[in-house]
């Protein structure tokens, strides 16, 4: 399955790409800035994304998110917080939300339950 993962803090994305593809997905990132990811989405063509909601000196990953929904590509928030709606996330807040520190089995079962669906 083809992955974009945004994250701002280099050491978190570098160990998020590296279980995805341990996992045997592809993956373009770790994307640090909205735009970046934005760039990706349209050249790379994910079917799945991992967003880190607070991208510190970045702002939030509210634009991908909306340009992933407008192109119907299903994605997960990755964030410290508590909630999508604590840090401005709006109506894009009944996307799943995965904590961090992430649990590993958590998020294979939310890549393994939409790749599945893929198929």
Known sequence: MKVLVL????????DLVMLLEEWGHTVSGPHQS???????IKTFEPEIALLDLN???????????ETLKQRGI?????????SARSVGAGALEDVLILSKPFIEAEMKSFID????AAL
């Open 74 to 82: 299903v994605f997960a928030y990755l964030t410290g917080y508590g």
């Open 34 to 40: 909205p735009q970046d990811a934005i760039d990706a």
């Open 55 to 65: 991208l510190g000196k970045f702002g939030n990953s509210r634009a991908v998110a």
């Open 113 to 116: 339950a939409h790749a599945s």
């Open 7 to 14: 994250e701002d803090e280099l050491i978190v994305g570098m």
